[in-house]
Structure formats: structure tokens, C-alpha cells
């Protein structure tokens, strides 16, 4: 991966109109915002563009419009979210490109912040049109991009807008991409993976590049059921897969081939329904009505061995149906184990993915790991060893 530009403190800075593309995509409900994590990630880098005095016009989506200016999709209430973690006048202004935002741009105080509209409500944002691209650098002298978990799309704002303005990476954007560089580069080892999710088929190129890195890879979640029954066991109601044989026989291949050991639960939390209790069961002994939503404790056993005799954790999906508290214990006991031998036996811990960050905060362990990233496709993409259009766009500003 080449350098890149990055903000830094030897910038000049004041009276500068920074552009500062983010990843507001919070959840709304109704106007208001049920979740600001996001948010807070880069309350830093504002921050640090306040004291440099430089002029902060910020610019980010919110769900997916279409190009179409949707009422309930506007980033006004983020505008007051915003102004309340700063403790700082925050401007908004309903409009994204123009006469009008160029001359706010320039009119707004040094230090002070602008939020523009949603720039999904254009549908050249996802066209990554050049034109909206070029409209779009108008409105600063400078552009910082601090939204990694966008980076992997190439949209006007994250990729094409590099070509017509001076662009650097955010400090967050850094610290992603470097913390992804120590796993896939420079791990220290022995280096292990726990990782869930639903589906095999959209991991897989995460799973077949990390199999060549990794000193073992835990499954679990969901896709550890499709695991569980090409090993002949019967899973009951459980959801999996269909058609993943091939797959899993490659995975199995490729481990076996570079080393990597790959683990798969060896007892479960198996209900009737999700709204019954949960019932501790060996693999043998999983019934045709049973649905499997949790590990077990001699799973759990085997994944603390493992993350004691590693030195770098990588985490990518929940252990079961955390959301429902009678099967989060899987979950949450990695969390906390990781957390404690994160602080205590120098791990580094890595954790990515809104389930398993969602899963992390359920527990109170957000603070206890090295790095966690808020991005989910982007995490992916770079695990997999892909270029992303957005890291790409800022290399060639070198």
C-alpha cells in the first residue's frame, strides 16, 4: 500500500476552507438520532481543524435517497447533534453545490463549522460524476477525506472529487488503514480470527486471504452452521447456507495448506424458539426442531486457550443471537476476555463490523480494545486485500 497524504500538524491551516468528507450515516428515527457513534469518531479531527482556525465545511450522506430530496433523510438534525458534542455554533444549510454554498463557504469565521445537505439527494454522488465532483471541490481550498467506511465506493465525493482539489487522509482514515496494515502486513504472532456473520459466500474472499495470514480462525455465528453440518451434524431449524459445500471444502484445503488452523464450535446453545430458554448441547446431539443461536462453554473454553496464546486478535461478527441477552453470553465472554488481555498481556485487539462493534458496546469493552472500526464493507474489502476507489483517489496525491 503506498503512502498517502495525510493532515498533520506542519499544515497551514488558518482562514483555509477544509472540505471535510465524513460518514454521517447515523439512524434516524423521526428526526431523531437513536445512535451517534459515528459521530463521536470524528469529533477529533473537527476539533483539531478548529484550532488550526481553518473554515470546516463538512459534507457526508444519509441513507439512500436515490437522488431524491427526501425530508426525513436530511442531515439538519445531525446539524444540532453536532453543535451540542462541540459546544459550537454549527451552521447548516440545505443545499450541497452551488453559488450560494460557494459564498457561505467563504463567509463563515474562521474555526466555525457548515454542514451541508444530504449529498445522496444528488444522484451523481453514486455516479461518481465529474461534474458533481468538480461543483463539489468548489466549496473548500483543501479536502480531507475522514470517511473510511465510504472509501470502498467510488463516489464523487470520496473518489473523482481528488482529481480538481488538494486532498488529504484524516487521521481516522489513517489509523484504519494502518490498523488493517498490521494485521495483513506486519502481524505480531501467533495472530488468530474470530469470525461470524451469516453467509460464507460473502466472506469468503475475506476468509481465503486471511487463511494465508492467520495462525487460526475461529467460526462462529451463524455461518459456523454451515460448518457444523458439512461435518454431518444435524443443525435442526437453524439457519444456513444452501450450496456451500464447495466453499467450505476450499476453505478446509487452503487452511490445511498455509498452516492455519480452523476451529468450529464443539457445543451449542440450541431453542425451541426465540423467545424460549436456551438449552446447552453437544453437536451429537442437536434434534431436527432445535435452532442454534449461541456457543457453547467448551467452545467458549477453547476460543480463551486461543486468544491466550495470541498476541494479535482479529474480531468480525458476533458468536450468536447477541441482541436477545439469553444468548449473548458467547458474544459478550469474548468480548470480555479480549478486553482483559488487551489491558493486561499486551494483545493487540482489532474488532470491525457494526454487529460486533454493536456487541462490544452491549458488553461496556468499546474502550478496552486496541482499535475498533465503525466501517463495515470498506473493513471487508481492505481484509481482502482489495484497493479501495477512496484510499486509491488520495495515493496519487503523493
Known amino acids: 500500500m503506498a503512502k498517502i497524504n495525510h493532515l498533520d500538524n506542519n499544515l497551514k491551516l488558518e482562514g483555509k476552507r477544509v472540505l471535510l468528507r465524513v460518514d454521517f450515516n447515523v439512524p434516524l428515527n423521526n428526526g431523531s438520532i437513536t445512535e451517534f457513534s459515528r459521530i463521536e469518531k470524528v469529533l477529533p479531527t473537527i476539533k483539531f481543524l478548529i484550532s488550526k482556525k481553518a473554515k470546516i465545511i463538512i459534507i457526508s450522506h444519509v441513507g439512500r435517497p436515490k437522488g431524491k430530496v427526501l425530508p426525513n433523510l436530511t442531515l439538519e438534525p445531525i446539524a444540532l447533534k453536532l453543535k451540542n458534542l462541540l459546544s459550537k455554533k454549527v451552521t447548516f444549510l440545505n443545499e450541497t453545490i452551488g453559488l450560494n454554498v460557494i459564498e457561505k463557504s467563504k463567509k463563515i469565521s474562521n474555526g466555525e463549522v457548515l454542514l451541508l445537505e444530504n449529498l445522496r439527494f444528488h444522484k451523481e454522488e453514486e455516479l461518481n460524476s465529474k461534474h458533481f465532483a468538480k461543483e463539489l471541490s468548489k466549496v473548500g481550498d483543501i479536502y480531507v477525506n475522514e470517511a473510511f467506511s465510504c472509501s470502498h465506493r467510488a463516489h464523487a465525493s470520496v473518489s473523482e472529487i481528488t482529481n480538481y482539489i ?62 457444523i453440518k458439512y461435518k454431518k451434524y444435524n443443525i435442526g431449524k437453524s439457519l444456513y447456507e444452501k450450496n456451500t459445500e464447495n466453499l467450505i471444502d476450499n476453505i478446509i484445503k487452503q487452511s490445511n495448506m498455509h498452516g492455519c488452523k480452523l476451529i468450529i464450535p464443539k457445543d451449542v446453545i440450541v431453542t425451541k424458539d426465540y423467545d424460549s430458554k436456551g438449552l446447552l448441547k453437544n453437536l451429537d446431539e442437536i434434534d431436527n426442531t432445535d435452532l442454534i ?70 458488553f461496556n469493552c468499546y474502550d478496552g480494545f486496541s482499535y475498533i472500526s465503525t466501517a463495515g464493507g470498506a473493513f471487508l474489502e481492505l481484509l481482502e486485500g482489495k484497493v479501495l476507489p477512496g484510499i486509491k483517489a488520495l495515493e496519487k496525491n503523493e
Not at 173 to 185: D, F, G, S, V, W
Not at 305 to 324: C, H, Q, R
Not at 336 to 362: C, M, P, Q, R, Y
Request: aromatic share 6%.
Open 293 to 362: 443461536l449461541d456457543i457453547g462453554n467448551k467452545s467458549i473454553d477453547t476460543i480463551f486457550k486461543i486468544i491466550d496464546n495470541s498476541k494479535t486478535v482479529l474480531w468480525n461478527g458476533p458468536a450468536g443471537y447477541f441482541e436477545i441477552d439469553e444468548f449473548s453470553k458467547g458474544s459478550g465472554k469474548i468480548a470480555k476476555k479480549i478486553f482483559e488481555n488487551t489491558k493486561n498481556k499486551s494483545l493487540l485487539s482489532i474488532a470491525g463490523g457494526g454487529d460486533t462493534v454493536a456487541a462490544i458496546n452491549k
Open 166 to 227: 488538494t486532498s488529504f487522509a484524516g487521521q481516522q482514515l489513517l489509523e484504519e488503514i494502518n490498523a488493517i496494515k498490521i494485521l495483513t502486513e506486519k502481524p505480531k504472532r501467533p495472530i488468530s480470527c474470530i469470525i461470524g456473520g451469516s453467509k460464507i459466500s460473502t466472506k469468503i474472499g475475506v476468509l481465503t486471504n486471511l487463511i494465508k495470514k492467520m495462525d487460526s480462525i475461529i467460526i462462529v455465528g451463524a455461518m459456523a452452521n454451515n460448518f
